[in-house]
């Protein structure tokens, strides 16, 4: 075994990575991440699929490529997105009555029942993470990831 593998990370010295936004956005990121894979553990979401699903229950009808931008997915993720949905049963799509060339997003009931089971469990996942701060910590927070979204879309 490598003698530096055991070392504990208090003893790492990260010389000056740990000072970098990107870097404790990333980790906070997985953070995040691992809690919200824990609290909806059982019903086979990816956060992209749940996002979608959410999206579609909110905008009945709306395009794939809407949701798409919404997101900020790309058209090939998107589609695999919404074909797996739909092989779930989760979604269809439906031709348009106003355009025959455009497909529109519903939910099925039985997505709209897995969709009040994981914003449920989601519920509880952000008041995990929104107990660690004041309520004008998360206001302050909010604003500047905001901010900082809008600043790496220019």
């Not at 695999?80 to 519903?106: F, Q, T």
Request: glycine residues 8%; contains cysteine.
């Amino acid at each position: 075994m490598n003698a530096e593998a055991g070392k504990d990370n208090a003893d790492v010295g990260f010389g000056g990575l740990d000072a970098l936004l990107g870097y404790q956005l990333r980790r906070t990121q997985g953070v995040v991440h691992r809690d919200y894979l824990e609290a909806v553990d059982g019903l086979s979401l990816t956060q992209k699929q749940t996002g979608v699903l959410w999206l579609v229950d909110c905008n009945p009808g709306v395009a794939q490529g809407a949701i798409g931008a919404a997101l900020d997915m790309d058209r090939a993720t998107t589609m695999a997105v919404v074909d797996r949905l739909e092989e779930r049963g989760l979604v269809v799509r439906k031709k348009s009555a106003v355009d025959a060339r455009r497909r529109e997003l519903h939910v099925t009931p039985a997505g709209e029942k897995l969709l009040a089971r994981a914003k449920s469990r989601i519920a509880t996942h952000e008041t995990r993470l929104k107990d660690s701060l004041t309520s004008r910590e998360l206001t302050t927070l909010l604003a500047l990831l905001q901010k900082l979204q809008q600043a790496a879309d220019r």
